[in-house]
């Protein structure tokens, strides 16, 4: 069994180009280990101090202050949408009631 899963495992690294490490114990306790490019390398680097945390850290402020700017310029388009909606309305209610000017002109954006 170790053998296929440790041909699977190599076969992952190639395919995906990753760093791949397989500790597996037997029931009678014997330890067998894979990697590549080596078990050691891939677990000393797994547990190392270097583990890119700080850059994962960076990306996700990032992410989080693009959404909030999302949000804010949502915010703003809402209530940008409300305004037209009603200066539409009243320039409907304006053309539809005559506004008692007969034939004239007006300019009806006089009110905006």
Request: proline residues 3%; negative net charge.
């Amino acid at each position: 069994m170790e053998t296929r899963l440790f041909k699977k495992a190599g076969e992952l690294s190639v395919l995906c180009g990753v760093d791949v490490a397989v500790i597996a114990m037997s029931p009678a306790r014997k330890v067998f280990a894979f990697g590549s490019p080596s078990a050691d390398a891939v677990v000393s680097r797994f547990l190392g101090r270097n583990s890119g945390l700080g850059e994962l850290e960076r990306y996700m402020a990032a992410l989080e202050e693009l959404k909030c700017k999302v949000m804010r310029r949502a915010d703003e388009l809402a209530v940008a949408t409300v305004a037209v909606e009603m200066k539409t309305d009243l320039l409907e209610n304006f053309l539809d009631s005559g506004s008692g000017t007969g034939d004239a002109m007006v300019d009806p954006f006089l009110w905006f």
